[in-house]
């Protein structure tokens, strides 16, 4: 093949790659979403949470030695506990008209929970198990990472669970009756407080689920992860739109797409910042967000 | 000796951060660019006295207006947005910052040493105090005079009708608008002001640690810089000071003596001080009997 | 407003450093410090156990001899400064002002570099007010470091110099290999270095052709359009400056890819536990110069003494053992008091014996040491072999 192809198969090919890893942005992305949605509040705690879980599940990795996909339900499992933990310990006891404090102690636990981490690793980088991380699918001239599609398939299959789990039970009618409208909600016999409690568990077993498609996709769990993952999450959240679930699943796609192209021209040092000018954009053109509406609510 | 100097170097300088996240929020936004501000006045501090060879306190007022005009521009299109938004966008530009400085490269000789910012190696012999024989003591003081004016311009700013405006437009923008409040002005002017102490913050930032490169003014710094205010309560600078000493002093420095403990506590017991009081530590409450034993009028 | 001031006192009281200590019974105390947070805490743990039992060997031993011919023992303690500069400079004032000789640390070279900022800069300069006290370094190893002060000093590895004969050799073992194309953690400052500063221009000098290299950043986690232009360059040894973290997830994308090489090589900080702990299978047959390896007995030895005290013995921490041995001699060359007066003159004393040590004793032979308070190691290169380090060549035989 003449060399200047390459020029033109390249960049297409990051971007596959990017949008296929865009899909874990849109897990942790819709997380953040489905919070806000519900509470109106941001867990910063979250995209650690995550990790975390991915973290708990080495337990049946290194054990139990149990095949990958066991090992992703139980980082699903062990981040829904922790969600759980996240809500009691920053969300329940705390006034609901004081955002600022729950901010600042999922803040507090965002830092506890990697700590546990780096106590129970001592920062050690551990492996991860990955499911057909040794196939390469060939369809000329692009290649597709076989572990980068089934972490895409998984991701999508949690998030098709997840609104049938929002739009077709009586547990998402109600999650979705307090996110519109808390104390309607409330006249109606729906129990805000385990409404909320549920919407944790949750989103804390997607982000789980999340982390551990970061950690099958590299190969490796560090506590280095949760940062970007945060940060990431929340450009998406905000570019797909505040409260949107498709709006978070098509953003994530987006950034991780972009996050690629960008680094194919721009290099690796420049990369964020066309990420986050992408979210100035939008912020400045759409400021609702791909999906969101205009909000008349703060 | 010399420790308790340092330690009041340091929590002087996170006093400046605190404040200037205390300032915007006061006005109901929660800025996540104050690292940036912070980096901008740390970097162009240091090339001023460096590389320009100009004596701290005119390099210090430079870079402070610098990332006050940063900070402006900034203010506009953030009227745009708020809540969640605001953070996120902020975020996003303290982090666009931060990278500006990762990619940024001026180095000139100096001796047989090249000197200046190097991107991701870093901008290092930022030895304006040593190098002029001021002692750790010294720099206290210095760093402490500054913390102070700004505290009693803030105090006193506070007390004043611009201290209503702000707590009217954060209270309920809405309201503040219909009595004639102008939002853009108020908004911008906070963000200024803010951007003006976190440059000054950041200058000085540079001297202590002599070495700045650009991972030191991550998310986790933007994170302090509105816990500092948080934790503080909102209600008075005082409160501010209060949370640097509870996390620079108590939580890092006090519990050192907990050995492997420490890491844990840090993160858990922030998530405590917010249960127990989600007001802050020094809420409205405390500052009133605050106010009535210096013998002020009653808020 | 009382309990403020109850609180302002206990935090007060709280924060007070340890008192001196009693003439009678005089310790030189030595201050370890570190990182024990954070994703290098593995770093701060091993060098505390290798500090402790050299402490314990030197103690075994009859301690060390002091300026009137009594014997004292070695203490040390060791402090967490979570891997950040300010941190780093608050520990080492709270150390500066106890009665501790010397310190030694830190981690990491973003603490390391900051800190040596606040020591004085030329010893004795009275127009720079800068803190006067020793620091020895066992692990930061961003390249040229230590001439910022003349009271710091490091122990560890010449990158420079062995990355330059690694080259050479390897360009006489594989004359087949005529290329070489890089990989670097792009934002953070010790890989930064050694890449640009060290691999790329040494492996010119070998001969080699540099071919281009692909940056990531410290947390990345995805490597595919880096590892795709590796692959497309096709170079014949592929040179990767990064820690153990990222190492690993460029090789495991390398090995998806199925980029083909003759020569991995790898950077000094990833002959490690964590870069076999992490992806042993894909890091099999990487080359790395290392100056510790249990080769000898002395080696041998310090290893097992540190792993009875729960750390490792690594290149990293191994230099904490040379570090205390080193000052053992120099305390006894230099006299010190240890006596609570005595402790400005003692660090002096052993600052100056440091600056004129040409040569000092090292776990794998001779250290010779530059005006500029860095060591020229001893090394050996090693490689991943079957899950573990094993030495492939000692340059020095």
Redesign the interface.
């Known amino acids: 093949m003449a060399d200047y192809w390459w020029d033109v198969i390249d960049p297409i090919q990051s971007v596959l790659d990017g949008m296929m890893f865009g899909s874990i942005y849109a897990l942790i992305g819709i997380g953040f979403t489905l919070i ?1 949605g519900v509470m109106h509040k ?1 867990n ?1 705690a979250y995209a650690a949470a995550s990790i975390g879980g991915a973290y708990a599940s080495l337990v049946a990795f290194q054990i139990l030695s149990a095949p990958a996909l066991v090992v992703f339900l139980c980082a699903a499992a062990a981040s829904g506990v922790i969600g759980y933990i996240v809500y009691i ?2 969300f329940r ?3 609901e008209h ?1 955002p ?6 999922s ?10 981490v ?2 129970a690793t001592a920062g050690m980088p551990e492996p991860y198990p990955a499911m057909f991380d040794d196939v390469m699918i060939d369809i000329s001239p692009f290649w597709i990472r076989g572990d980068l599609l089934m972490i895409f398939a998984l991701s999508v299959v949690a998030m098709l669970i997840l609104l049938y789990v929002l739009y077709r039970t009586r547990l998402g009618i109600a999650t979705r009756a307090v996110a519109q409208q808390p104390s309607a909600a409330q006249l109606c016999g729906i129990g805000q407080q385990q409404t909320n409690a549920v919407t944790f568990v949750i989103t804390g077993a997607l982000g789980g689920l999340a982390g551990a498609m970061v950690g099958a996709s590299v190969g490796i769990l560090s506590p280095l992860l949760a ?1 970007p993952l ?2 990431k999450g ?2 998406v ?2 570019i797909g739109g ?1 409260g949107s679930i498709p709006g978070a699943i098509v953003a994530g796609i987006l950034v991780g797409g972009f996050e690629n192209v960008f680094q194919y021209f721009r290099g690796v ?2 990369r ?2 066309y990420v ?2 992408l ?2 954009v939008f ?2 053109f759409r ?1 609702q967000g791909l999906f969101g509406r205009i909000s008349t609510r ?1 | ?4 100097y ?2 009041a170097q ?1 929590i002087g300088v996170h006093t400046l951060l605190g404040l200037s996240a205390y300032v915007v ?1 006061l006005t109901g936004q ?1 800025s996540m660019a104050q690292a940036g501000f912070f980096a901008i006045g740390a970097y162009l501090g240091g090339m001023l006295t460096v590389l320009a060879g100009l004596h701290i306190v005119p390099a210090m007022l430079l870079a402070a207006v610098a990332s006050a005009l940063v900070a402006t521009v900034v203010g506009f ?1 953030a009227l ?6 605001l ?3 902020t ?3 303290g ?2 910052v931060r ?2 400085w ?2 940024f490269d001026y180095q000139i000789a100096k001796g047989n040493i090249q000197v200046g910012p190097l ?4 901008f ?4 304006y ?8 003591a ?1 720099v206290a003081i210095f760093i402490w005079a500054w913390v102070i004016a700004a505290m009693v311009a803030l105090w006193w700013m506070d007390r004043s009708r611009v201290g209503s405006v702000l707590r009217a437009v954060g209270e309920d923008e809405l309201a503040a608008q219909s009595v004639g409040i102008n939002l853009t002005a108020v908004k911008v002017s906070a963000m200024g002001i803010g951007g003006f102490i976190a440059g000054l913050g950041g200058a000085i930032y540079a001297h ?9 003014f ?3 710094l933007a ?1 302090f810089a ?2 500092y205010p ?2 503080g309560g ?1 209600s008075s600078v005082i409160g501010v000071l209060l949370a640097v ?1 509870f996390i620079q ?2 939580l ?3 519990l ?2 907990m050995g ?1 403990w ?3 506590l ?10 127990v009081r ?3 530590l020094f809420d409205a409450r405390a500052t009133r ?2 106010k009535r ?1 210096l013998g002020g009028r009653d808020a | ?1 009382k309990r403020l001031l109850t609180i302002a006192a206990a ?1 007060g009281v ?2 007070s ?1 340890g008192t001196t200590a009693d003439a009678a019974d005089r310790t030189v105390k030595i201050a370890g410090f570190g990182a ?2 954070g994703v290098v805490r593995s770093f701060g743990i091993n060098t505390d156990a290798v500090m402790r039992a050299a402490a314990k060997a030197i103690n075994d031993a009859g301690g060390v001899k002091l300026a009137d011919g009594s014997m004292a023992p070695m203490e040390v303690s060791f ?2 400064d ?1 891997c950040n ?3 780093g ?2 520990v080492v ?2 150390i ?2 106890s009665d501790a000789v010397v310190g030694v640390g830190p981690t990491c070279s ?1 603490v390391a ?2 800190l040596f ?2 020591l ?2 030329k010893a004795g300069d ?6 006067q006290f020793p620091i020895f370094t066992d692990t930061a190893i961003k390249g040229g470091l230590a001439k ?1 002060s003349e009271w710091a000093f490091r122990n560890v590895p010449n990158e420079s110099q062995m990355y330059q004969t690694l080259f050479e050799w390897l360009a006489s073992e594989h004359p087949d290999a005529k290329s070489v194309y890089g990989g670097v953690e ?4 010790h890989s ?2 050694t890449w640009y500063k060290v691999m790329k221009t040494r492996s010119a000098d070998a001969g080699y052709e540099v071919k281009g290299e692909a940056k990531w950043l410290l947390n990345d986690t995805n490597f595919t359009t880096q590892v795709r232009a590796m692959k497309r360059a096709g170079a014949d040894v592929i040179a990767i400056s990064a820690h153990p973290f990222t190492t690993c997830g460029v090789l495991k994308e390398m090995a998806r890819q199925r980029v083909e090489y003759k020569v991995l090589v790898g950077l000094t900080s990833s002959s490690s536990l964590e870069t076999l702990n992490g992806c042993a299978k894909q890091a099999e047959g990487i080359i790395i110069p290392t100056s510790f390896a249990p080769v000898n007995p002395d080696a041998v030895a310090a290893a097992d003494a540190a792993a009875a005290l729960g750390g490792s013995a690594d290149l990293h921490s191994a230099a904490a053992w040379e570090i205390m041995m080193i000052l053992k001699d120099v305390i006894e060359t230099a006299g010190i008091q240890a006596t609570a007066d005595s402790v400005a003159a003692d660090r002096r004393a052993i600052r100056d014996g440091l600056a004129t040590l040409k040569t000092t004793k090292g776990l794998l032979g001779e250290i010779t040491r530059t005006d500029e308070g860095e060591a020229v190691k001893p090394y050996v290169y090693v490689h991943a072999a079957d899950g573990t380090w094993a030495v492939l060549h000692d340059p020095n035989t």
Not at chain 2, 80 to 85: A, E, P, S
Request: proline residues 3%.
């Open positions: 806000f941001i910063l310990c920053c006891f705390i006034p004081l600022l404090a729950t901010l600042m102690a803040v507090g636990m965002l830092i506890l929970i990697d700590e546990v780096v106590h940062l945060t940060v929340l450009v959240t905000v505040l040092t420049e964020d910042i986050m000018l979210l100035f912020l400045t400021p703060d | 000796m010399d420790f308790y340092g330690m340091l929020l929660v299109p745009r947005v708020k809540g969640l938004m953070v996120v966008a975020l996003a530009f982090e666009a990278i500006f990762f990619n991107g991701g190696e870093g290092k012999q930022i030895r105090f040593p190098e002029n024989g001021w002692s750790t010294d202590y640690t002599t070495h700045i490169e650009h991972l030191n991550g998310v986790v994170t509105i816990a948080i934790l909102l000493i002093g108590f890092v420095e006090v050192r003596f492997d420490r890491n844990l840090f993160g858990a017991l922030i998530v405590l001080a917010m249960n989600p007001d802050g009997a605050l034993l | 407003m935090v709280a924060m450093v024990m947070s402090d967490d979570r500069a300010e941190e400079i608050s004032r709270r500066a002002s973003n570099e900051p900022g606040i004085q800069a009275e127009g720079d007010s800068g803190l910022i792009e934002d953070f400052a930064r270095f």
